[in-house]
């Protein structure tokens, strides 16, 4: 194993990375601490919580951490540990707690808000141990048209929307594609863990090169399922199978969008329509909603998983968001969600679980080929001498820049140099 010296910024050019960002466990615990630790990383959606006592336990990095509904309506978050002998809390990812949190090592009690509601035998405490002081720490939320995102930094930490920045219009493109204008959660969450770095997933779902190569068999298998089946609309796996065999010009003439903070998307790329009778339903009630103008507006929009660094990828159209979840710096878990689009034809949601599925799930004739391809990238970045990683592809190829975005070929590594960007800014200092 190679050793360098832990100065996160040196380790990023221009045009290329050095490997240990990869490969060194002390760069992953950096990262902990100076992204995870700054960043807002999306935790949940509202609907997930919708009763006093309900709470969800998700993670920011490697930390847990608790969000609970309280009476009041607000949406308490704070760690996932006992302040007494730091014990997780919550064993389950989510469940209703309208009495508290309960320790399962001493049983003291916890509310929602992280105060000591109370600890058996309390008089053993008497005058050496305050309640107050053993409240557990909370978490610096804020919230977006229902999505709830954390923040470790706390008060030094910009606003949500400035984070954000032009990548609230793709979470506005998923929700406005409600004809209520409201969405709630589904039932099923995919999980998957892969060998590799987490770095990875982010410099692989805006990559439209190795599509053809990587997934090449499922685009064959795809091609014949569709000689097969004729002019029926497809369900979203095999349109994104067959949206992998497309050719690298076509990919070369749409746009990617990369913004300050190591976000991206490009345009859309593959597609599985309704069944007539719903498209035609979907349509009216959208326009009974927003307005022809606006109902239009919302369908033409077909943009392909905008990434949301350090840790989630939207796709807007099937109605998903997947969280990644690092656990070292050589193992990392993906968690997908689907989302009903209230008063919508069911069909929709059904939509939105077979891509999920398709782009998350063990079953998935498409991700196998990608976790084999995390983990080789990490094998074979741990020996030989080349140390430098290149990412230039299409460094020369911008198509319009503003301070708020820049528009490239969605063939470039525009969106990988635009994500090292931030993670050195990230990384750049202590303070």
Not at 166 to 182: A, F, N, Q
Not at 215 to 228: D, G, I, T
């Amino acid at each position: 194993m190679f050793t360098v010296a832990l100065d996160p910024q040196s380790l990023v050019r221009p045009d290329s990375v050095h490997r240990s960002v990869y490969t060194d466990p002390r760069i992953f615990d950096l990262e902990m601490e100076r992204v995870f630790g700054r960043a807002w990383l999306y935790l949940a959606h509202e609907s997930e919580v919708p009763q006093p006592g309900d709470y969800v336990v998700r993670h920011m990095g490697t930390q847990a951490v608790i969000l609970t509904r309280s009476k009041d309506g607000g949406i308490d978050t704070i760690f996932n540990r006992c302040t007494h002998r730091g014990a997780t809390l919550c064993a389950f990812a989510k469940g209703n707690a309208s009495h508290g949190h309960q320790c399962p090592y001493h049983g003291w009690m916890f509310n929602g808000d992280g105060t000591v509601r109370g600890i058996p035998h309390a008089g053993n405490y008497d005058g050496v141990l305050d309640k107050a002081d053993h409240a557990i720490t909370g978490v610096r939320t804020e919230t977006y048209r229902g999505f709830i995102f954390g923040n470790l930094a706390g008060d030094s930490a910009g606003p949500l929307l400035d984070f954000l920045g032009h990548m609230k219009s793709s979470i506005d493109d998923l929700v406005d594609r409600s004809p209520t204008g409201r969405i709630e959660v589904g039932p099923y969450q995919l999980r998957h863990y892969y060998r590799a770095n987490w770095k990875m997933t982010f410099e692989n779902l805006n990559d439209t090169i190795h599509p053809g190569f990587a997934h090449s068999a499922s685009v064959v298998s795809a091609r014949a399922v569709q000689a097969e089946i004729g002019e029926q609309p497809v369900v979203p796996t095999v349109g994104m199978m067959l949206a992998n065999g497309k050719p690298i010009q076509f990919f070369q003439d749409i746009d990617m969008v990369t913004t300050p903070g190591g976000h991206s998307y490009i345009g859309g790329h593959m597609g599985a329509d309704y069944t007539p009778d719903t498209a035609d339903a979907y349509t009216a009630a959208l326009i009974a909603h927003h307005g022809a103008e606006k109902a239009q507006r919302v369908l033409s929009i077909d943009r392909h998983l905008m990434l949301l660094y350090p840790s989630s990828f939207w796709h807007a159209r099937y109605q998903t968001i997947r969280i990644m979840r690092p656990v070292r710096h050589d193992l990392t878990e993906m968690i997908g969600f689907t989302f009903r689009l209230v008063g919508a034809p069911e069909e929709t949601h059904i939509n939105a679980i077979e891509y999920c599925t398709g782009a998350n799930s063990a079953a998935s004739p498409v991700i196998a080929d990608d976790l084999e391809i995390y983990e080789r990238c990490l094998l074979g970045n741990g020996f030989d001498r080349r140390e430098w990683i290149p990412m230039s592809r299409g460094l020369r190829e911008v198509r319009e820049s503003t301070p708020a975005m820049t528009r490239s070929p969605s063939t470039s590594e525009a969106f990988i140099r635009n994500q090292f960007a931030a993670w050195a800014a990230y990384m750049g200092s202590a303070a």
